[in-house]
Each structure stands twice: as structure tokens, then as C-alpha cells.
């Protein structure tokens, strides 16, 4: 099975663009989360998702950041008018829709932001 | 607001030494993982403990769940130079809007020694 992909590895933005980042789940994966790994900081839990829904947005910042997981396609994190602290490492997630082995969560590779 | 404590947050030790790793909490998990991240990649799960008490062991590496599902420890028995990396306890509870919302440690940075 594949696992969790990510991409890009990695982006370089300038101050003020915007930033896409995608997620695709691992196969029969319905759920997804988004976490942050700032420099020197542990991971911290953004948003949840479902296919259209989103569940649990309460790590995401209030503004310039916005998450979808459509019916069909990738999760994408957008970052609006990026500023250099969103610089960090940004790690999508994926969980079956049960999970019998008690709430595991797959990490993929990450996509690391640069804001220069 | 739960958090994970995670000590110690830098261990270096030579080839064969044995070491633990903690993560404490004040708050009940209904699980907690365990990952190893390398740099510039994702953390991969190690283990699930789910239930108070548990003992689960991986080869070398050893990991309980602590009776009152508060804390947990990692051992790892002669460790190895391949052992090096970042270790991340992550606590979960199940149901709802919290499932796989999992809150991290720090880290602990281990670095073993040929």
C-alpha cells in the first residue's frame, strides 16, 4: 500500500504569495489531519477533515489559512499571503474510517514551507 | 488544554548503554503513540498502548502505558547507533471531533554513540 503522499517536499514562497499544499490519504482513508512543526516547536494539530466536511479546524490560525478535502482529489492546506513565520514543516495524516488498533494515525513525509 | 511533558529532551549515550524516555501529563489519554522522526521526514508510528498498564515490546525497545493512561515510557535495552533519531509521544482521546487529534511532546533527541 502506498502511504500518505505529500507535495510538494518542498516550496519556496515570497512574502505575500500563496502556498498549496496536497494530501493524499492512504488508500480506504477517509480521514485526514493537518499538523505544523515550526522550527525548535513539536508538531501541533491543525484541522481535521472528512471528504467535504471539515470536522475540527481549532489549530488553524483565524486568517490566510483554509483547508478541503473534496469528494474527489486531495486535501489541500492553502496558505494565503504567506509571511516568513509560516515557515515550518507542514505534515498531513490519514486514519481509516475504523480503526480497531485504537485511534493510529499515518504521518506522510511533509512538505516544507519556505518564506523568504 | 492537554500537554505532554517529554523528558529528557536530549539523551546522548554510547553503542550498548540502555536508556528511558518519559512523557507525563496531568490529563487521562485514551491512547498514546509513539513515533521516531528522522530529518526531513514524517514521524513513523512505533506503537499504540490503549490500555492502562500495557506493556508492548518491539525487538529491542520496550513501551508502557501507565495505569492511570496519564503517562508512558519508552526503554530501549543496548541501544545502536541506527537507534539515533527524534522519539514523540502523542496522546489521543477517542470519539467525536477529538479522534486522531493528538497532542505531541516535544521530542527527545537521541543520539547513541558507536
Known amino acids: 500500500n502506498a502511504g500518505v503522499m505529500q507535495n510538494p517536499r518542498h516550496l519556496v514562497r515570497r512574502r505575500g504569495q500563496e502556498a498549496r499544499l496536497r494530501c493524499s490519504p492512504m488508500k480506504g482513508h477517509s480521514h485526514v489531519y493537518w499538523y505544523r512543526q515550526l522550527p525548535e516547536e513539536g508538531l501541533k494539530f491543525m484541522v481535521y477533515l472528512q471528504k467535504e466536511n471539515i470536522i475540527d479546524e481549532s489549530g488553524m490560525p483565524k486568517e490566510r489559512f483554509s483547508a478541503e478535502f473534496p469528494k474527489e482529489g486531495p486535501s489541500i492546506l492553502r496558505i494565503q499571503q504567506v509571511v516568513r513565520g509560516d515557515s515550518a514543516a507542514y505534515f498531513c495524516?490519514?486514519?481509516?474510517?475504523?480503526?480497531?488498533?485504537?485511534?493510529?494515525?499515518?504521518f506522510g513525509e511533509g512538505s516544507w514551507l519556505t518564506v523568504v | 488544554t492537554q500537554l505532554l511533558e517529554q523528558s529528557p529532551q536530549f539523551l546522548s549515550i554510547q553503542e550498548g548503554e540502555n536508556l528511558t524516555v518519559y512523557c507525563n501529563s496531568s490529563?487521562?489519554?485514551?491512547?498514546l503513540q509513539w513515533y521516531r522522526q528522522e530529518p526531513g521526514e514524517g514521524p513513523v508510528l512505533l506503537v499504540t498502548v490503549v490500555t492502562g498498564g500495557e506493556v508492548k515490546k518491539l525487538k529491542r525497545l520496550t513501551f508502557q502505558f501507565g495505569d492511570a493512561r496519564k503517562d508512558s515510557s519508552l526503554h530501549i535495552t543496548a541501544a545502536q547507533p541506527g537507534d539515533t533519531g527524534l522519539y514523540l509521544c502523542a496522546g489521543s482521546n477517542a470519539g467525536g471531533t477529538s479522534y486522531g487529534k493528538l497532542t505531541f511532546g516535544q521530542g527527545t533527541i537521541l543520539t547513541v554513540h558507536p
Open positions: 490529563s487521562v489519554f485514551s491512547s
Open positions: 495524516a490519514s486514519s481509516p474510517l475504523t480503526d480497531l488498533s485504537g485511534n493510529t494515525i499515518y
